[in-house]
């Protein structure tokens, strides 16, 4: 909600932009002619353990000494009713769980600030606008599948084995990145069953603290992201997002938030996958990638 709220306020900030550009040209002010600087996109720097660079930056979330002036995608030419010189503070912004209506800034990426002198109707160009995570994040889940032991398993329930394939045409691969393997689900029968937990248990950050899921994936047929939790003595699965069809590689960033929030004494919080044959599908092969569980360090 919070990042709704924001995209609201983005848009709204945008638009009264806009409305004194029109009044710049109906009265020819020149003190309502703005400068523009052009963002490209963002690059993503990581340490080993933080695993993949891997991003999904679609915004940045633009701010003059600390004044926002609104969320836009890139690449973006924005313009600002300043000149001279100036501190331009450049927020990346994600999509939570893919949905272009929940535009958010990504609370656990560092922000880029650079100092430009800016001329009126003139454009400057910010070049190599990196980030890198925030010191104070922590990954209590990386799943890479490389190694033989990975950390995720099928349950009792699942008919489908969870495998790994090595096969070029299927393994994510991203620049500067050495990847031989990708996890590999195929479901032939519509009667198969295919579910697979983390082995290991994690605790949630307290109640209002977010919590997200990275991956890459790449699939033809639907498949649920979802926890199982404990909660007053009963173990409780909860599905939190169905991801569609991608015929390319894509990278989501799933909200978990929810089970804490709502259940303020959950604990053993595990991630789950799930999924059946689509009906329209004669055969599903779902490849999943770069794991990460994501949140804010907390003290004990």
């Known amino acids: 909600m919070k990042g709704f709220l924001l995209s609201i306020l983005g848009l709204c900030l945008f638009f009264s932009l806009f409305s ?8 020819d002010d020149s003190n309502l002619v703005p400068s523009y600087i052009n963002i490209d996109q963002f690059s993503l720097t990581t340490d080993y353990e933080q695993g993949t660079a891997s991003h999904k930056i679609t915004d940045a979330w633009v701010y003059v000494d600390e004044t926002l002036i609104g969320a836009f995608e890139l690449p973006a030419r924005v313009p600002i009713l300043r000149e001279g010189e100036q501190n331009i503070t450049l927020r990346p912004g994600i999509k939570i769980n893919g949905i272009s209506s929940t535009r958010a800034i990504y609370p656990y990426l560092n922000p880029v600030i650079r100092k430009v002198i800016l001329e009126t ?13 925030r010191p104070n994040v922590t990954f209590p889940w990386l799943e890479s599948f490389e190694l033989t032991g990975i950390t995720i398993d099928t ?60 991956m890459n994936y790449k ?15 009963m173990e409780i699965q909860r599905p939190l997002l169905v991801l569609n069809k991608s015929d390319e590689w894509n990278k989501i960033y799933i909200n978990l938030t929810v089970p804490k929030t709502d259940t303020p004494n959950a604990t053993d919080f ?19 990638d770069n794991c990460k569980l994501v949140h804010f360090k907390t003290s004990k």
Do not use: M
Request: with cysteine; charged share 15%.
């Open 155 to 214: 349950t009792s329930k699942s008919t489908v084995p969870l495998l790994r394939t090595s096969d070029p045409a299927h393994v994510f691969s991203y620049p500067g990145e050495s990847g031989s393997y990708s996890a590999w689900i195929q479901i032939e029968h519509d009667t198969s069953v295919f579910e697979a937990v983390t082995k290991e248990k994690f605790e949630f950050p307290s109640s209002g603290s977010e919590v997200f899921l990275e």
């Open 121 to 133: 109707d003139s454009s400057i160009v910010l070049n190599a606008v990196s980030t890198r995570y």
């Open 270 to 288: 595990r991630i789950f996958f799930g999924a059946q044959l689509n009906k329209e599908n004669s055969l599903a092969n779902i490849y999943i």
């Open 20 to 27: 004194l550009l029109i009044s710049c040209d109906n009265n």
């Open 219 to 233: 699939t033809n047929n639907t498949f649920t992201v979802g926890v199982f939790y404990k909660s007053v003595g």
